[in-house]
């Protein structure tokens, strides 16, 4: 089972940021929080990793709270091609490991 | 970035027909690949992980017989459905991860699968 909880969707108006939230209480010491996105009917695509320090890269900032029990995923600047399905998973970063997907969240950038 | 490549990328077959789904990195070695399958408005689960010269380790609840994996190159894995019916139908994605960099692992573009 996916060791992560999320809202199962959410609305955004274009534009403005989105904040993902994600539960993840149960993460060990060795896990790293990721985030994927999966636009309909496409393979998901990577948009960034943390362990326990915030992250940014061209895509998005994670922000991981300090007992690492939850991390929010913010979009700076939505768009209408950020509509997708975004998926939290915990791994621990090993070569040959793979992800647990949950449910996600149903992110709809709304014009 | 490293590419990870499915091929077909759709695929229409008859109910008891084979079908056999390529899965390439395309400048990177990858001694492991898996393959997901997800059905309509769910989320991908795990089948198979591939393991380049051995046997793949399939998860509980998937046939080995029914899916059959191959992973004969560093650079491609296969996933057969053998005797495919309409309960088969999917979406097919795999990934891999780039050795040298396995902070991302890499998925490919997915196969739609629909048997008839």
């Known amino acids: 089972d996916a060791k992560t909880t999320q809202p199962p969707s959410m609305d955004c108006a274009e534009g403005r940021a989105a904040n993902l939230p994600c539960n993840h209480s149960?993460?060990?010491?060795?896990?790293?929080v990721y985030w994927y996105r999966q636009i309909h009917s496409q393979g998901p695509q990577y948009i960034i990793h943390?362990?326990?320090n915030n992250e940014t890269n061209e895509m998005a900032s994670l922000i991981i709270t300090e007992d690492r029990k939850s991390s929010t995923l913010i979009l700076p600047h939505a768009t209408l091609r950020d509509t997708a399905v975004y998926y939290c998973i915990v791994r621990v970063n090993n070569y040959g490991q793979n992800f647990v997907f949950g449910p996600g969240t149903r992110l709809s950038v709304l014009p | 970035g490293a590419v990870v490549s499915q091929h077909p990328s759709w695929v229409i077959c008859k109910s008891g027909t084979s079908v056999k789904i390529e899965c390439r990195s395309l400048d990177f070695q990858a001694t492991t690949m898996f393959w997901y399958r997800q059905f309509p408005k769910q989320s991908l689960m795990l089948m198979a992980t591939?393991?380049?010269?051995?046997?793949?380790?399939?998860e509980q609840g998937v046939e080995k017989d029914k899916f059959l994996i191959n992973h004969a190159s560093l650079t491609l894995s296969t996933l057969t459905v053998t005797s495919a019916h309409p309960e088969d139908s999917s979406f097919y994605i795999c990934?891999?991860?780039?050795?040298?960099?396995?902070?991302?692992?890499?998925f490919g573009p997915g196969t739609r699968l629909t048997v008839l």
């Open positions: 149960t993460i060990s010491g060795n896990e790293y």
């Open positions: 943390g362990l326990k």
């Open positions: 990934s891999a991860d780039q050795r040298k960099s396995y902070n991302e692992q890499f």
């Open positions: 591939s393991n380049e010269g051995s046997k793949a380790t399939y």
